[in-house]
């Protein structure tokens, strides 16, 4: 693959088709996580559901990664704090799924069956309901689904056997490198030359990715603008 410099590269992120994708990170997920998410509704239309877990759907830094705060309209999120409201919230998510969903995001999916109080069968067992339920439901719909999970482990071995791609995101000198079967990232630029893996970058590639899908769309994302 031939390399290209900072000043060469276009910041692009990997696209989400209708399957179901596991993202797998060396740190923590929040920042590539919430940057797929955005990204994602920047090309398409409609709402995402969000069902979430160990606190990846942080306002504060979505806020500041989002082009256009109509975006954030469009994410609806869901809480559950134990494993049985986890695998209850996925079944009402699944249930609304109609072609008006655009994405369904669920980050640390195996977080809730791993707690004091759901050890033992029942919480392999609602786990594996769970796992099942969404990614038929999700595939059914032809509604995209990205999920990430704490550790790779036997609990979460039906979960790698259910999704068909599976998105890497690694740390490197030059910034964060994703990579799938189909995509690599080169190298992402900043305004002056550099890169970095801080917030401040994944703000930089989604407002170069907003004003791509501001001149497909015939309107103006960036900053909320109409």
């Known amino acids: 693959m031939e390399s290209v410099t900072a000043s060469q590269a276009t910041p692009t992120l990997p696209s989400l088709s209708t399957d179901c994708y596991l993202l797998d990170t060396d740190d923590a997920a929040i920042g590539p996580l919430q940057s797929l998410v955005l990204d994602h509704l920047l ?28 975006l954030l309209d469009r ?3 869901a809480r559950g704090f134990t494993a ?32 004091e109080d759901s050890h033992g069968v029942d919480a392999e067992r609602l786990f594996r309901s769970a796992v099942s339920t969404l990614t038929t439901q999700c595939r059914a719909s032809e509604t995209p689904l990205l999920v990430t999970c ?8 039906p979960l790698a056997r259910q999704v068909e791609k599976t998105l890497r995101c690694e740390t490197t000198q ?19 030359g550099s890169v970095q893996t801080t917030l401040a970058f994944w703000a ?3 407002t170069q990715r907003a004003t791509v899908a501001a001149t497909d769309h015939q309107e103006v ?6």
């Open 84 to 115: 049985y409201q986890h695998a209850a919230l996925i079944d009402r998510v699944t249930d609304r799924l109609t072609a008006d969903t655009s994405l369904v995001v669920v980050p640390a999916i195996d977080a809730m069956y791993r707690a």
């Open 174 to 192: 030059f910034g964060p490198r994703f990579v799938s079967d189909r995509f690599e990232t080169l190298v992402y630029p900043c305004t002056d």
């Open 43 to 70: 090309l398409h239309e409609h709402t995402a559901y969000w069902v979430d877990a160990a606190g990846h759907a942080r306002t504060d830094t979505l806020a500041r990664l989002a082009p256009s705060t109509r």
């Open 221 to 226: 994302l960036v900053h909320g603008s109409n």
């Open 150 to 157: 704490q550790r790779r482990d036997e609990l979460t071995a």
């Open 204 to 206: 930089h590639v989604l």
């Open 75 to 77: 994410i609806q999120v």
